[in-house]
């Protein structure tokens, strides 16, 4: 039996009357968690999502099942904040494959989830996770050198190559300002310019590492007010 602390992102039906839950555990990485006879069993409730919870589960294989469950806390959700957090499960679900191991993944899932709630900065926290996420994922990026090695001018302009990183844009196509660059890796706080470029910069790179899959979400976040 092992114990954890997890975040369910993922809830699909299983058979007749069971839930598959795709989660983060602490110290695990991404598991998948069988929740047997949940939708029969009118003493027992399913799991939900954004809800931290100790658990209980058994099985050697990749998948697991749930055996015990409590709620640590709720996380009161906007429902601007509610939305975002699906974008976030996306992007888990399209970049972690299962029984993915990975060192800080729960604990990236949990404070970026607390400080969408705290923050007035929404498409500034949704920079933070995306990066976070693709670091933590294994994806090579890189803000404050550009791919020879040398920093980051403020006042030149950079196109971005995946997996190698900026180079000085010699021609007028997709570029984006050292500012920018700078603001992502955490160097300088963000301007509405720099915040409006870094976003078509991560939505680039999100697009590049997922493909060819599409992220329905993203439609959803185009009527809300960030």
Do not use: C
């Not at 971005?160 to 160097?187: C, Q, R, V, W």
């Amino acid at each position: 039996m092992v114990t954890s602390n997890i975040y369910i992102f993922k809830t699909t039906p299983y058979r007749e009357s069971s839930n598959m839950y795709q989660a983060v555990a602490k110290g695990h990485g991404k598991i998948t968690l069988i929740h047997k006879g949940i939708k029969t069993n009118k003493k027992r409730n399913a799991l939900e999502l954004f809800t931290p919870y100790k658990v209980n589960w058994s099985g050697r294989g990749n998948i697991k099942f749930l055996r015990e469950s409590e709620s640590v806390e709720i996380i009161n959700l906007s429902n601007s904040q509610n939305i975002i957090g699906m974008y976030y499960n996306e992007l888990m679900f399209y970049l972690t494959t299962n029984d993915y191991h990975v060192e800080g993944l729960y604990e990236h899932y949990d404070i970026s989830l607390r400080r969408l709630v705290k923050s007035k900065q929404l498409l500034k926290e949704i920079n933070n996770y995306e990066i976070g996420l693709l670091i933590l994922t294994g994806h090579y990026l890189i803000f404050d050198t550009d791919s020879n090695d040398n920093a980051i001018d403020i006042n030149k302009k950079y196109s971005y190559i995946p997996d190698f990183g900026p180079k000085i844009s010699t021609n007028l196509g997709e570029s984006y300002h050292g500012e920018t660059l700078l603001a992502m890796s955490g160097n300088l706080p963000y301007t509405e310019l720099t915040l409006k470029e870094s976003r078509v910069l991560m939505k680039r790179l999100i697009d590049y590492y997922i493909q060819p899959k599409n992220i329905k979400t993203r439609e959803i976040l185009k009527y809300i007010s960030l």
